[in-house]
């Protein structure tokens, strides 16, 4: 990844250029709540399964489902983990704790990303699995590109900072 500055008609702009892409899954309004319309697959390093993770840029951390945080032993009282917390989202007050854990992007085309994520994990939790600011987007450069030509995909890009 490069950042460029280009010159178009005299001014300086930045360039991102991107190292891998994968499909945008676009939801329907009213999906999974107002605030998710869109989501990406992701993997979990130590899973050989991909799984859906909505993409929030208003969320703080990424959420991960409990049978996902069950599986990594991410409930194991011997993993390093903060203090309790308390968040609020959409779906209300749960409380968890957050933990660090790699998260792989699958490219269709480039290069996969891997991130060390920043996880709210909770027992309680029965949302979907949410890639969240801190951590993750924040770490990244991504970009969109909605359907121009119904032979288009939604494609999600990335790359590492």
């Known amino acids: 990844m490069t950042d460029a500055p280009e010159k178009e008609n005299g001014s300086s702009r930045l ?8 499909d945008l899954i676009v939801l329907p ?7 998710m319309p869109a ?10 399964e991909d799984y859906t993770a909505f993409i929030d840029t208003a969320s703080d951390y990424c959420m991960m489902q409990p049978d996902v945080a069950r599986q990594l032993g991410l409930f194991d009282e011997r993993m390093p983990r903060s203090d309790s917390v308390t968040i ?4 209300g007050r749960y409380k968890g704790c ?5 998260l792989v992007v699958p490219a269709i085309e480039g290069s996969d990303l891997e991130l060390d994520a920043s996880w709210f ?4 939790w029965d949302g979907p699995n949410v890639l969240g600011w ?3 987007l924040g770490s990244m450069a991504f970009g969109c590109r909605p359907r121009v030509t119904a ?3 939604d494609t999600f890009y990335f790359a590492a900072l």
Do not use: I, M, N
């Open 134 to 136: 801190y951590g993750c």
């Open 98 to 102: 957050l933990c660090r854990h790699p």
């Open 39 to 48: 989501a990406v697959s992701c993997r979990f390093s130590g899973l050989e």
């Open 29 to 35: 309004p009213g999906t999974q709540g107002p605030r």
């Open 121 to 124: 994990v909770s027992k309680d």
């Open 88 to 91: 609020w989202t959409w779906r």
């Open 151 to 153: 032979d288009d995909g």
């Open 15 to 22: 360039c991102q250029v991107y190292s891998g892409a994968c």
